[in-house]
């Protein structure tokens, strides 16, 4: 296990306890087992199995991809207690979109419409494209690190960014679990959702596309049905 890791064992801990904590009901409903059971061996999975091979993406430097491989591993840690009770991914994937979606807090209209009005500054842009270039260093240094392109805003997007290597992807998928992934990326349309945000996605790498696209639509209504994963529906996004 990479030392920065093992140094945030406990705050990864609390993490995933604070997530299923909002699907007791739940977890019991679908694994006819108590909860806390489920949430404690979930925790032991994760900390004994999933953390000492999570690859080592930059640390406290490269937060955003640290922070993202982490609890998609934790995500990904579900699915793999699920299938040890015999919980098909379809149900566990279900679970984890609940969970994801009680821990988010919805943001007022007011701070949504101030937050979607910013994209449109020339400040926000100018820290997108910084962002996008700062991962292409972190990309050449660590092969698992993220890796995202900056698109100039159009008529129809206010924000246009790409992500062209996934490093969630890439390890879960050379762990066997890859086709998880579309329960983990679908994530992202809930979190937009909270912020009553328009956002739109029509390719994803865990599909086979060459990148994942994460649009903002200047004029579009926030979409709001985003369980069955798009992706596995065909409904135009993914």
């Not at 993406?57 to 993202?68: L, M, Q, T």
């Not at 400040?123 to 494209?129: D, G, I, Q, T």
């Not at 698109?151 to 960014?161: C, F, G, L, M, R």
């Amino acid at each position: 296990m990479h030392p920065y890791y093992s140094a945030n064992k406990k705050k990864y801990d609390k993490q995933l306890r604070k997530l299923f904590s909002h699907i007791r009901s739940e977890i019991w409903t679908v694994f006819l087992c108590n909860a806390d059971d489920i949430i404690n061996e979930t925790a032991e999975v994760f900390a004994h199995e999933m953390l000492p091979e999570i690859p080592f993406v930059g640390g406290k430097k490269n937060s955003n991809d640290s922070s993202n491989l982490t609890m998609c591993c934790i995500g990904a840690t579900f699915f793999i207690v699920g299938r040890r009770h015999n919980v098909p991914d379809e149900e566990a994937g279900r679970l984890l979109h609940i969970a994801w979606e009680r821990s988010k807090k919805k943001v007022s209209p007011a701070v949504s419409r101030m937050i979607i009005s910013m994209l449109n500054l020339t400040l926000v842009h100018k820290a997108l494209r910084s962002f996008a270039e700062k991962s292409r260093r972190f990309a050449e240094q660590y092969p698992y690190a993220w890796l995202f392109e900056y698109a100039e805003p159009d008529d129809e997007y206010s924000v246009k960014i790409y992500c062209m290597k996934c490093g969630a992807c890439k390890f879960l998928t050379e762990k066997g679990l890859g086709n998880i992934m579309p329960y983990l990326c679908n994530l992202d349309f809930v979190t937009a959702e909270k912020f009553s945000a328009p956002f739109y996605r029509n390719e994803v790498i865990a599909y086979g596309d060459k990148c994942c696209a994460s649009l903002i639509k200047r004029t579009a209504p926030v979409v709001t049905d985003n369980f069955p994963p798009h992706g596995l529906r065909s409904d135009g996004l993914k």
